[in-house]
């Protein structure tokens, strides 16, 4: 791992302390952004193929962004109703679920349009029929 | 109600920019993958997001009730759509708590249906509370935006006194002509022997004493003495207060007052009130529960203005201060111009008793040399007005906290040593 990551981690894990000790948001997209910089210095520094783990990355920094928000209304002590936390814990799972997703999909379709087999023209021609189809359904339910 | 966005937008706007440009400006696809999700949660999040248009209001179990007992409040909530976060803040005066359930606290409504929150006030002192407003936040499941409203309850609450523990009151030297509890000392129809005398022409058959004339050998009859009822006048001191640590004596004077007015209507006496201070207030002298709630009501709207007027007696109405009647005042003899005022009326040959709220606990000595001297000349000061007044024949006790029983007793043993004096 390079330093320049290293440094630009521990700067994010102290501005993410910072902001929640003081209680100031701007500080929390602060701290993400200095992770994302660290994790792009890494990938621009070693010219890496592209990383699988990506989506797994982008959910875990979603998951943190919510999290640290989450821990930021909770400086205002209002007291939850019964099953409130669990509730939002489990919008925060889906969340870094849907990144997840998110990321494999796009992930792949990167992976396609970078190797520009057959599969692509593919998926293109799959993609404009799933469109055309959805047009002509949201017609006929207007009609 | 007034939208307001979360420090979330801005961050996650932020994140999603600095990602995807940085994943064109490096060509490296994976800092889009990072940005997405955040672009994502703000598209999905301001989509979802639709004012939830609350409505609430707040009623009272009671609009009176004693300080320290609880009151039941309900908050109603309503909402055409459900709303995952509400959260709920009543904003109470200082001297109002909220003792079961919580405040602020967050609940969830369902779409349609009314939603009700039980809370527990407490009055931690007595007075007349204005419940304040409710104010109320819904926040979408993504806790993109809150939509904030506040309701004014316009609900009431007033607090009266607790009761303090009296066994036995001070009895006024003189009675009124109405019957009451009191024995009176003219002689005349009532329970309680007096005396005996010679039978005159017009006395009824059944007072004469029939062993009493046997042994005589002429007839005659038993005396006497009536119950009657008195008159009353509670005089409060709100010149000035002294508060520490929670403990305050115009609260602990309008305590005392309360309790003995209850007492004395109990006995079907009637007592007014007069509040000596920079506002004069005062109730004529009743009977009843209805003077009860007067008086109390009353009592509840004492408090300190400031004033550099002289406060004297003549500022008070006639038909307030009966002709035989017990002024029985409260104060903690800080100010002369009560001191003083007490003075003119035992000089008008008033009954005048006083129950000194002590306030020396309230105001320790400083730490100087200079303040602990100052302290004890006013101390000093204290003892000579209390002198000046027993001088003229006012008992004075004080009261410290507890029960009133010791204080009343040592005006009752006052009284009945001390002589009358006319000034």
């Given at each position: 791992m390079q330093t320049a990551s290293i440094r630009l981690a521990i700067a994010a894990l102290a501005v993410l302390v910072l902001g929640l000790v003081f209680g100031w948001p701007p500080l929390v997209a602060l701290a993400i952004a200095l992770a994302g910089a660290g994790y792009a210095a890494e990938l621009a520094i070693d010219d890496?193929?592209?990383?699988?783990?990506a989506p797994v990355l982008a959910a875990a920094v979603i998951a943190a962004a919510e999290l640290a928000y989450w821990s930021l209304e909770e400086r205002e002590q209002v007291a939850d109703d019964e099953g409130g936390r669990a509730r939002h814990l489990a919008v925060v799972a889906l969340l870094a679920l849907g990144a997840l997703l998110v990321g494999g999909v796009l992930l792949g379709l990167v992976d396609l349009v970078q190797t520009g087999s057959l599969a692509t023209d593919v998926l293109g021609a799959a993609a404009a029929a799933a469109a055309l189809l959805a047009i002509v359904a949201a017609g006929r339910r207007r009609a | 109600m007034t939208r307001t966005g979360s420090p979330r937008i801005a961050g996650y706007a932020f994140l999603a920019a600095v990602g995807l440009v940085g994943a064109l400006a490096l060509r490296r696809p994976e800092l889009a993958v990072l940005a997405a999700p955040f672009a994502g949660v703000l598209a999905l999040g301001l989509s979802l997001a639709?004012?939830?248009r609350v409505d609430a209001d707040l009623r009272l179990d009671a609009e009176r009730t004693i300080e320290g007992h609880a009151v039941e409040a309900t908050v109603s909530l309503r909402s055409p759509h459900s709303v995952d976060r509400l959260e709920i803040l009543l904003d109470l005066p200082e001297e109002v708590e909220v003792e079961g359930g919580r405040s602020p606290r967050a609940v969830r409504l369902t779409g349609d249906e009314e939603h009700e929150v039980e809370l527990v006030l407490r009055c931690s002192r007595w007075g007349v509370f204005d419940v304040g407003r409710l104010t109320v936040r819904a926040r979408d499941p993504l806790r993109l935006a809150a939509w904030t409203a506040s309701f004014p309850c316009g609900a009431v609450l007033k607090a009266y006194p607790s009761e303090i523990a009296l066994r036995r009151i001070v009895a006024p030297v003189e009675t009124q002509v109405h019957a009451g509890s009191e024995v009176a000392r003219v002689r005349g129809d009532g329970i309680e022997y007096a005396d005996i005398r010679d039978f005159v022409p017009g006395d009824r058959v059944r007072s004469i004493n029939w062993r009493a004339s046997a042994r005589r050998q002429v007839l005659v009859v038993n005396e006497r003495h009536p119950e009657r009822n008195t008159d009353v006048v509670l005089f409060v001191d709100s010149f000035l207060d002294v508060k520490l640590g929670g403990r305050s004596v115009l609260e602990e004077a309008v305590r005392a007052a309360a309790s003995l007015s209850t007492r004395y209507l109990e006995r079907r006496d009637r007592v007014g009130l007069v509040g000596l201070g920079g506002v004069l207030r005062w109730v004529q002298p009743g009977m009843g529960v209805g003077q009860l709630y007067r008086l109390v009501e009353t009592m509840l709207e004492t408090g300190v203005e400031p004033t550099?007027?002289?406060?004297?007696?003549?500022?008070?109405?006639?038909?307030i201060l009966p002709p035989k009647a017990l002024v029985l005042a409260l104060t903690p003899l800080l100010d002369r111009r009560f001191v003083g005022a007490l003075q003119d009326l035992r000089a008008r040959r008033f009954d005048v008793a006083v129950v000194e709220i002590d306030p020396v606990p309230l105001v320790p000595a400083g730490p100087s040399e200079l303040d602990r001297l100052a302290h004890r000349l006013w101390l000093l000061d204290r003892e000579v007005q209390r002198s000046d007044l027993q001088r003229v024949g006012i008992a004075v006790a004080s009261w410290r906290d507890g029960s009133l029983d010791g204080p009343l007793e040592e005006v009752r043993t006052f009284r009945r040593y001390a002589r009358t004096a006319h000034v």
């Open positions: 890496a193929p592209l990383d699988r783990l | 639709r004012d939830p550099y007027t002289w406060g004297d007696v003549t500022r008070i109405p006639a038909r």
